[in-house]
């Protein structure tokens, strides 16, 4: 198998010419450099520490504190699917320094719960999205199926006695399993976890069958053979796993569901922080270090705009509440 450092240079030099066009084509309002930020910054994280959106956090933050000359506080609040997170960062005052690193979760916790008390349509204004993380599908090491035509065949066939994990209820790799059963025809038992630590080591030991994982998380598991990735999510192979083919091109035209992250701030925050910020974080996305160790891990780069991210969150959100429906899925 290619070498990690190998796999990440290849896809960095794909990836850096567009990147970096993206970035000097972008022109921050005269002004807006001087006057944000004059303050530290409250960065939420809905999330544990050590995770993976945590990770990106921190990552980021470190290199954008360099350009700003102020400090971003990092605060994790995790808990109830990133409501916690949520809630305290409608709270703040809308004034550019508070923000959110939230994850494609927003976009499904509107049809997951009854009486949310947000709409991601009009309480959020949109800075900039982050980073894609396309999931692999990977199995026991002992299940009788290794190809996408095998599992098609074994998941039908056996029905809910096939069961598969996820890091939580309503999780992103819940919702992708969920759509991935019903193009396939299956129903297999759902095994929630809490978090993916927690799931792949179950995995692991062979006590859950199928699960869908960050790459991350599951690399060192497949590379020493304890798992077998047998697909994966998103319409694009992963470029650390070239050879393992997608749910798209396996007879599931126009599959394409990964993780992403992105920055809010709470409805009603100046354009010019918005702006400012913005920028700093793609440029931060285009810096060679961030970018390697962003895919050493699995995340993807993925530098745009407001518009872009919040485009991404309004796309996901009608996707999600499809699934959510067809599935019966639904949390109190």
């Known amino acids: 198998m290619m070498c990690m450092k190998g796999r990440v240079q290849r896809y960095m030099i794909a990836l850096g010419a567009a990147g ?10 005269a002004g807006a450099a001087e006057k944000y930020p004059e303050k530290p910054i409250s960065w939420i994280v809905p999330y544990g520490p050590g995770g993976g959106t945590d990770i990106v956090a921190r990552l980021l933050t470190n ?9 971003i506080v990092v605060e994790n609040r995790p808990g109830g699917n990133t409501m916690i997170g949520t809630q305290a960062l409608l709270k703040a005052r809308p004034d550019g320094y508070t923000v959110m690193q939230t994850a494609e979760q927003i976009a499904a916790n ?23 993380t396309p999931l692999v599908l990977v199995a026991r090491k002992d299940l009788p199926a290794s190809t996408p035509q095998e599992l098609f065949v074994y998941m039908k066939n056996k029905g809910s ?5 996820s890091w939580g209820q309503g999780g992103m790799n819940h919702l992708t399993m969920e759509a991935f059963a019903s193009r396939i025809g299956a129903q297999p038992t759902h095994v929630p976890f809490n978090g993916a630590a927690a799931a792949i080591k179950e995995l692991v030991a062979g006590n ?25 999510s998103s319409k694009e192979r992963l470029p650390m796993l070239p050879n393992v083919p997608t749910i798209h091109e396996s007879g599931f035209e126009n599959f394409d569901m990964y993780s992403f992250q992105g920055v809010v701030m709470p409805e009603g925050a100046p354009k010019d922080a918005i702006e400012s910020l913005s920028i700093q974080i793609q440029k931060a996305l285009q810096d060679k270090e961030v970018r390697e160790a962003l895919m050493a891990r699995g995340f993807l780069p993925n530098p745009g705009t407001p518009e872009d991210f919040q485009a991404q969150v309004l796309r996901a959100q009608s996707d999600f509440a499809k699934i959510i429906q067809e599935r019966g899925i639904r949390l109190e």
């Open 20 to 29: 970096a066009l993206g970035v000097s084509s972008i022109v921050l309002p």
């Open 63 to 71: 290199k954008i504190t360099q350009s700003i000359n102020q400090s």
């Open 161 to 165: 006695a096939v069961n598969y994990g």
């Open 208 to 232: 859950i069958d199928l699960y869908f994982s960050d790459y991350g998380t599951a690399m060192s598991y497949v590379e020493t053979g304890r798992i077998k990735p047998i697909l994966v």
């Open 110 to 132: 509107e049809s997951l719960y009854k009486d949310l008390k947000f709409k991601v349509s009009k309480d959020f204004s949109y800075v900039a999205p982050l980073v894609r």
